[in-house]
């Protein structure tokens, strides 16, 4: 009988609004996930991760280096969990959430990539905070 195994990762950082330190989160973070997910769950978990880091730095923070966003990955049980946190003011996902993704435009995507390839995606009242899950197949 064969057994199920269990891998585990947590990755948590807070780093500088920047895009740049976006970039230095993603050395770390593809040390991690290389050898846990295979291409397909790798592509979707790098593209929500990025989608929500890249939306906490540029609308949240405004590209202000002296505001933070923190992050945090956990893979456990089958599903990965990505938490982001930022100091902006936040914005009102109830409205945008309903909202077609129009792919030709520069920005507006973020919240339509979440929905087709997270599991669950949850912000909190202020909007400055999304929880997403991925369970890996």
Same mark, same amino acid.
């Given at each position: !009988?064969?057994?199920?195994? @269990?891998?585990? %990762?947590?990755?948590?950082? *807070?780093?500088?609004? *920047?895009?740049?330190?976006?970039?230095?989160?993603? #050395?770390?973070? /593809?040390?991690? /996930?290389?050898?846990? !997910? +295979? @291409?397909? +769950? $790798?592509?979707?978990?790098?593209? !929500?991760?990025?989608?929500?880091? *890249?939306?906490? #730095?540029? /609308? $949240? %923070? /405004?590209?202000?280096?002296? =505001? *933070?966003? @923190? %992050?945090?990955?956990?893979? =456990?049980? $089958?599903?990965?969990?990505?938490?982001?946190? &930022?100091?902006?003011e936040g914005f009102d996902w109830r409205g945008a959430r309903n &909202?077609?993704?129009?792919?030709?435009?520069?920005?507006? @995507? $973020?919240?339509?990539i979440l929905r087709k390839y997270a599991n669950h995606v949850r912000? +909190? &009242?202020?909007? +400055? =905070? #999304?929880?997403? #899950? =991925?369970?890996?197949?």
């Open positions: !009988m064969k057994s199920a195994v @269990r891998i585990e %990762c947590e990755l948590r950082s *807070t780093l500088p609004a *920047t895009l740049s330190a976006i970039e230095e989160f993603f #050395v770390e973070f /593809h040390q991690c /996930h290389h050898a846990l !997910m +295979n @291409r397909v +769950n $790798g592509f979707a978990a790098e593209l !929500m991760v990025r989608e929500a880091l *890249t939306n906490a #730095v540029v /609308h $949240g %923070c /405004h590209a202000d280096a002296g =505001k *933070t966003v @923190r %992050c945090c990955l956990r893979l =456990k049980s $089958g599903r990965l969990l990505i938490v982001v946190a &930022d100091d902006g &909202d077609p993704a129009v792919f030709s435009e520069c920005s507006g @995507r $973020g919240v339509g912000y +909190n &009242d202020r909007g +400055n =905070k #999304v929880s997403i #899950v =991925k369970r890996l197949y």
